[in-house]
């Protein structure tokens, strides 16, 4: 299994839950199966032609998927994908 | 100590009542005479004087950094008490810059402040950001941190950044010469709307304390030139789990900001690039709505009306209208709770959820239905001054 961590900001659309387990083996199949089990993620992972949002970034481990394989990447038992959106708050 | 030939902005001599206050430093190896006073010569400009500017602002104040300026032009409220630790009960109403200006002289004397009340914009930014060696970017929206860095990159000038939201954390140093700048992580902001602010979310009020004294210790590190700065590294900062996790950054050489063919050489117009226009505008901003004293009026008379609460149970908990409370992301899987053939009020704390939820009620057919406008927040203003306000 992979774990997926659920950011705060976007837990609330992911049954208030920190992580997700999923069987994946690459990190497209990760984030779908993601989205299959909680719907209202996708408007806020995806734009509207499919494509991962420009303030969202994923990461496999500690490694950016846009610099590996981008959703071929591969994922296996132990590894860790960690979705980061960006965040403003300062005050 | 061996004479060098480093030709940095020369460094202060020390009086004995600083080589006395700085003792603890003085004997660390790792910074010294010599680190102390590079400390000295240093100039750092703080964005915001609110939750992370705060505890950064007191620490790089206590620890002998010469020069600190204070970009801010808001006023102490009740609200900011919670997290920011620079201003006290007695300052509310006062401007941040005076009241923290004050306490920063208290606790060193020796530091030169300098106070720009402004709102940092494309017209200022470059000019500001001169006079200084690194800016540290405690600002709480996207238009302002996209123009931060723009205006660091195009100075030269290192960014400690620092954003929180609610019980979680990012930390990184952008913009150093051979490190990414925030744009290489994220090139595009969210759209407006889609990320809740610290206003509308919440924040634990220690954790700007403890990302702003992260930041702090950056900053300090890259003046003393000691130590591994998080450059290339993104610190994800989790209070609750109290759990701290790295990522690898890169520097994108397709970066419009700091790539091999860059687009920004100069600052733009930030709040278009964010899709905010002028003042920013609740999203659903033609809704049916019914002020706070027309509901009272009508509540009164007895007339038939159904008031649907938006917010979230811990918020109903704060104060209420009686309210039948069906959280906003609720609403879809429990809109047969609603009859739809009843006029209903729906509100929220300040009218923007309840918006939203007006929209997807009169898309599901809901003829009836009003926007309570400015939300509980208007009731406790203007109807039941005795309701408390959060
Ligand atoms: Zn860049």
Same mark, same amino acid.
């Given at each position: 299994m992979t774990k997926i961590h659920i950011p705060t900001p976007l837990r609330q659309y992911a049954g208030k839950q920190p992580a997700v387990e999923v069987k994946a083996t690459t990190v497209g199949e990760a984030l779908a199966g993601l989205v299959a089990r909680h719907p209202d993620l996708r408007r806020h992972l995806y734009t509207d032609d499919g494509k991962l949002r420009a303030f969202v970034n994923v990461y496999v481990n500690d490694e950016d998927v846009r610099y590996l394989q981008k959703d071929a990447t591969a994922v296996g038992d132990g590894d860790t994908i960690s979705i980061v959106p960006s965040i403003a708050g300062g005050r | 100590m061996a004479t060098t030939t480093e030709v940095k902005p020369e460094p202060g001599t020390l009086s004995n009542e600083e080589i006395l206050r700085y003792s603890r430093h003085l004997i660390m190896p790792e910074v010294g005479m010599e680190g102390q006073q590079k400390l000295k010569a240093a100039r750092v400009l703080c964005i915001g004087a609110g939750g992370l500017g705060s505890p950064l602002a007191l620490y790089l104040a206590a620890a002998g950094v010469g020069t600190l300026g204070i970009v801010d032009f808001d006023v102490v409220d009740y609200t900011n008490l919670q997290r920011q630790i620079?201003?006290? /009960?007695? #300052?509310? &109403?006062?401007?941040k810059l005076d009241s923290a200006a004050e306490k920063l002289a208290a606790i060193n004397p020796f530091l030169n402040i300098r106070k720009f009340e402004t709102r940092l914009s494309s017209e200022n930014a470059l000019e500001i950001f001169r006079e200084f060696d690194i800016i540290a970017d405690g600002t709480d929206n996207f238009p302002t941190r996209y123009l931060v860095n723009d205006a660091c990159v195009l100075t030269g000038k290192p960014n400690v950044y620092g954003s929180i939201f609610r019980f979680e954390g990012q930390a990184s140093v952008f913009a150093t010469e051979a490190g990414p700048c925030y744009r290489c992580l994220y090139p595009e902001p969210p759209p407006p709307g889609l990320v809740p602010s610290c206003a509308e979310?919440?924040?634990?009020?220690i954790l700007p304390g403890l990302v702003g004294v992260i930041q702090a210790t950056e900053v300090i590190k890259l003046i003393l030139g000691k130590g591994e700065p998080l450059i290339g590294r993104l610190l994800l900062i989790d209070? %609750? &789990?109290?759990k701290f996790r790295e990522l690898k950054l890169r520097k994108n050489?397709?970066?419009?900001?700091?790539?091999?063919?860059?687009?920004? /050489?100069k600052l733009i117009d930030y709040n278009e690039f964010c899709g905010i226009r002028g003042e920013e505008k609740?999203? #659903?901003? &033609?809704v049916p709505e019914i002020q706070v004293e027309e509901l009272k009026r009508r509540l009164d008379a007895g007339d038939d009306l159904f008031v649907l609460d938006v917010r979230e149970p811990h918020e109903y908990q704060i104060c209420n209208l009686g309210g039948h409370l069906i959280p906003l992301g609720d609403l879809p899987k429990r809109?047969?709770? %609603? #009859?739809?053939s009843r006029e209903i009020v729906a509100h929220c704390r300040s009218g923007v959820r309840s918006a939203k939820a007006v929209t997807f009620l009169q898309q599901a057919g809901f003829k009836k239905v009003h926007n309570l406008a400015g939300g509980i927040l208007a009731w406790a203003d203007r109807?039941? /001054?005795k309701m408390p306000k959060y």
């Open positions: - | 620079i201003h006290s /009960t007695a #300052d509310v &109403g006062r401007k979310g919440g924040v634990l009020g209070a %609750l &789990g109290m050489p397709e970066c419009p900001a700091c790539g091999t063919h860059r687009t920004i /050489t609740p999203v #659903d901003a &033609g809109i047969h709770e %609603l #009859d739809s109807v039941d /001054t």
